[in-house]
């Protein structure tokens, strides 16, 4: 616990150190003083259904291929947290139409593994979805950050060795809902957030334990999905 808060101090001085040595520009094209440019923003600004498998689908914000893929990457694996407020808003903007106007939200995070969370120094979809909570909330909406899901267990270099699917396959097994926390999901509306939807297996598994918690309506949001099988790579952990 100790180590944690003291590496979270080191980030934040390293962090704070790195924006005054090295301004960070446009998170998708790099040109300076903007955290996203107009032009990259507006990548951010679609509205595209992917179908996850079953009833399933989930809404993103954008095809995951140039300066979005670039951004995204940025953000999450290169410590550019200012674009949590700016992702944030391009998915609430998404859901706002579709979450009731009375009653709690819940905004529900997919996991990262623990090991990816230390790599990152952050639970990047955790901060993101402490932001939509926020913006949902200035849209005099109520809204609770629940982050209800967890990777459970390790499953050791198995995970590593494997190729892409069964990377996949074996993460999203270990993924497990809270049961503390699996009370305030009852009867409400749940967004569950993700980064970006390659497969659609990791989401698809994430709204299914959240119903079987009791969840209500189940919103699946991501930043972006994959146009095809090329880049899942780049995701760096096993989401799918
Ligand atoms: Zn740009």
């Not at 995951?64 to 893929?69: L, S």
């Not at 305030?184 to 659609?200: P, Y």
């Given at each position: 616990m100790?180590?944690?808060v003291?590496l979270?101090?080191?980030?934040?001085?390293?962090?704070?150190?790195?924006?005054?040595?090295?301004?960070?520009?446009?998170?998708?094209?790099?040109?300076p003083?903007?955290?996203?440019?107009?032009r990259?923003?507006?990548?951010?600004?679609?509205?595209h259904?992917?179908?996850?498998?079953?009833h399933?689908?989930?809404l993103?914000?954008?095809v995951?291929e140039g300066?979005?893929?670039?951004?995204?990457?940025?953000?999450?694996?290169?410590?550019?947290?200012?674009c949590?407020?700016?992702f944030?808003?391009?998915l609430?903007?998404?859901?706002?139409g579709r979450?009731?106007?009375?009653?709690?939200?819940?905004?529900?995070?997919?996991?990262s593994?623990?090991?990816?969370?230390?790599?990152?120094?952050?639970?990047?979809?955790r901060?993101?979805?402490?932001a939509?909570?926020?913006l949902?909330r200035?849209?005099?909406?109520?809204a609770?950050?629940?982050?209800a899901?967890?990777?459970r267990?390790?499953?050791?270099?198995?995970?590593?060795i494997?190729?892409?699917?069964q990377?996949v396959?074996?993460?999203?097994?270990?993924?497990?809902?809270r049961?503390?926390r699996q009370?305030?999901l009852?009867?409400?509306?749940?967004?569950?957030v993700?980064d970006?939807?390659t497969?659609?297996?990791t989401?698809a598994?994430?709204a299914?334990?959240l119903r079987r918690?009791?969840a209500?309506?189940v919103?699946?949001?991501?930043?972006?999905?994959?146009?095809d099988?090329?880049?899942?790579?780049?995701?760096?952990?096993g989401?799918?």
């Amino acid at each position: 616990m100790i180590i944690h808060v003291a590496l979270g101090v080191l980030r934040m001085f390293a962090t704070v150190l790195g924006d005054l040595l090295l301004p960070h520009g446009c998170a998708g094209c790099g040109i300076p003083d903007a955290v996203l440019c107009g032009r990259c923003g507006s990548l951010f600004g679609d509205v595209h259904e992917r179908p996850l498998g079953g009833h399933e689908s989930c809404l993103t914000c954008a095809v995951y291929e140039g300066a979005v893929r670039h951004a995204i990457l940025s953000w999450k694996d290169h410590g550019y947290e200012a674009c949590d407020d700016r992702f944030a808003d391009s998915l609430v903007t998404l859901v706002d139409g579709r979450i009731p106007p009375r009653g709690v939200c819940c905004v529900v995070p997919v996991p990262s593994s623990d090991k990816s969370i230390r790599r990152r120094g952050r639970w990047h979809t955790r901060q993101l979805s402490r932001a939509m909570v926020s913006l949902i909330r200035r849209r005099g909406r109520e809204a609770l950050l629940v982050p209800a899901l967890c990777m459970r267990g390790n499953a050791g270099k198995s995970v590593e060795i494997g190729h892409g699917g069964q990377r996949v396959a074996r993460a999203n097994r270990r993924i497990h809902v809270r049961g503390r926390r699996q009370t305030l999901l009852r009867g409400r509306t749940v967004v569950v957030v993700d980064d970006i939807v390659t497969t659609g297996a990791t989401m698809a598994r994430c709204a299914n334990i959240l119903r079987r918690s009791g969840a209500g309506d189940v919103i699946c949001v991501a930043l972006a999905h994959a146009v095809d099988r090329r880049h899942e790579g780049d995701r760096g952990e096993g989401h799918g």
